[in-house]
């Protein structure tokens, strides 16, 4: 069965701090990872990974992934309490979006 | 550029009632996704279509849940009859078409809050 695993489920952090967010996956068909920021409403586009050992950054964000060990991380730098939110990573198969249930990230001033 | 629009916002609604939720998605996007979200159980797909037909709806729950998407530019999730466990926050998101080398990126509405008394 497919699925994805996020981690830590939930992370409270002063501003400044960096924080590491998790998510592996086992998908059928893998094509590629996609990471979003959901804060009260619709889940917003981050970044969509698809090849391995590649970073991807904007501005304080940057994700990677690697397809050998099935998992990809999201790095952000000098967390700003506009970072609170839940973070969402999905995984892409043939046409199934898998989505992990999320890291609920709350950052403190 | 206007993004995918749902409604209603929210729908408060009693148990047995029908509840329709509708989705514009995105001009130009082919490919539509109704998710399911709670607390439990995160993001859930209902149903994908792709060019106006339904492509996968392993995830509807129960034949109490229909999905059509009569035109590229519509489509609506209804529940009949509804029951207590059914509210959640309803998502509607569209995407482009696939390219070669993957999947695109889903395009959310703001979702529909409903609740079922």
């Known amino acids: 069965e497919d699925k994805v695993v996020q981690s830590p489920l939930s992370l409270v952090v002063h501003e400044g701090d960096t924080v590491t967010l998790n998510c592996s996956y086992e998908?059928?068909?893998?094509?590629?990872l996609l990471w979003y920021k959901q804060e009260k409403k619709a889940p917003t586009f981050l970044f969509m990974l698809?090849?391995?050992?590649i970073e991807k950054k904007s501005g304080r964000l940057s994700s990677i992934l690697d397809k050998k060990e099935l998992f990809s991380i999201l790095n952000i730098t000098a967390t700003q309490t506009g970072d609170s939110a839940i973070y969402l990573c999905a995984g892409i198969g043939t046409y199934k979006y898998i989505f992990g249930t999320g890291t609920r990230l709350k950052v403190l001033a | 550029d206007a993004g995918v629009i749902q409604s209603p916002r929210h729908e408060v609604t009693e148990m047995g009632q029908e509840v329709t939720l509708r989705c514009k998605p995105i001009s130009g996007h082919n490919s539509l996704f109704w998710y399911r979200q709670t607390m439990m159980r995160g993001l859930e797909l209902l149903i994908y279509f792709n060019n106006n037909v339904p492509i996968d709806d392993s995830g509807m729950p129960e034949d109490r849940f229909s999905a059509k998407m009569p035109n590229a530019s519509f489509s609506t999730l209804k529940i009949q009859p509804s029951e207590p466990r059914d509210s959640a926050v309803y998502f509607c998101?569209?995407?482009?078409?696939?390219?070669?080398?993957?999947?695109?990126?889903?395009?959310f509405g703001d979702g529909t809050r409903l609740s079922i008394l």
């Open positions: 998101a569209s995407s482009l078409p696939a390219s070669g080398a993957g999947n695109q990126p889903q395009h």
């Open positions: 998908v059928t068909n893998f094509r590629s």
């Open positions: 698809t090849s391995s050992g």
